[in-house]
């Protein structure tokens, strides 16, 4: 609770909220919300969550089977776990989280984990920035919501084109980048070089994937399946169960691909666990620019992510039980 961090993530969630709800009237999104069937809503939305975390780890696989190869399943509930952790504790400590219980499971090098991990980040941040950009120059940028949408989407490049330079540079000139940090390491005692050059080497093992080839078509085709599939179905239905026409079939999908990213673009920013805030204000920014109802987007902003954030995080307790392996437990042995 004294990291700074975490305040940060507070901060920007209650702009977020306020962003998201000035203006309109509470009554009108219960209204809104209590026009729809929330199970139906769930029952219909919960296999596409299970379906992302699925295609997230079959993507991790081949990420990390340059280091070495690991069961489905581990990666699965390593998956799951991550997810869970990020939706009830600050700082997306999930990330490490999942790293740490792969590394622990599998046996492999935690620093080859980490690699991996931030690889798909890297894939998720660019694929998030091409359909946020595409979503802004569709809708526009003609309210302080969505202007404020374009500057958190801006101050992902550096974010995104940051970790693409070290990876190539890791990926291409790995003797280079190790020389340069030893040389930036010498005022420090040589055990701590050492510690530094192995966890080095073992992160840039964790980047095999990139060489292409079967792994990296795989890879490509499972954030498809992850972005384009899993993550648009639950936005389709919320529309539908919204009674929100957007036009043609094919109109309302693209129109869902501009939302998503809008939520994508919306959630990397900092935040307070489970994303809340930010998630509604681009629910806001997108619908109500396409001619929807303000408190409707809302609701359908505040219901889709409630779906999105009880359907991941209870994947992840069901986990935890089958461990037999509690929340604290967990957390408090990966710090």
Known sequence: MRDWRVWLGVGVTLVCVWYAARGIPLSDVLMAMRGVDFWQLFIFSAPFYVLSIYARALRWRHLTNPIAEIPRGTLYRATAIGFMVNNLLPLRIGEFVRSWTLARESGIPLGGVIGTVVLERVLDIVTVLLLAFGALAVVGMTSDATGVLHRGATLLLPIAVAPVTG??????????????????????????????????????????????????????????????????????????????????????????????????????????????????????????????????ALAMGVLVWFIFWLTLTLQGLLVLRAAHTSLSELTHTSE
Do not use: C, N
């Not at 073992?202 to 499972?222: D, P, Y």
């Not at 639950?234 to 094919?250: C, E, H, M, T, Y």
């Not at 994508?264 to 809340?276: E, K, L, T, Y």
């Open 167 to 296: 990876l190539v540079l890791l990926r291409t000139a790995p003797e280079v980048v190790i020389r340069f940090t030893l040389l930036l390491l010498r005022p420090f005692p040589e055990t701590f070089s050492a510690v530094v050059e192995r966890a080095l080497r073992s992160f840039i093992a964790g980047l095999g994937a990139l060489r292409g080839g079967r792994h990296l078509f795989w890879i490509v085709l499972h954030s498809i399946v992850i972005w384009l599939v899993a993550s648009t179905g639950p936005l389709l239905l919320g529309l539908w169960a919204f009674g929100v026409d957007l036009g043609s079939p094919l109109d309302t999908l693209f129109i869902s691909w501009i939302l998503l990213g809008a939520v994508g673009a919306a959630v990397a920013v900092p935040s307070a666990p489970g994303f809340i805030g930010p998630y509604q204000l681009a629910f806001k920014a997108v619908l109500v620019r396409l001619g929807v109802d303000p408190a409707t």
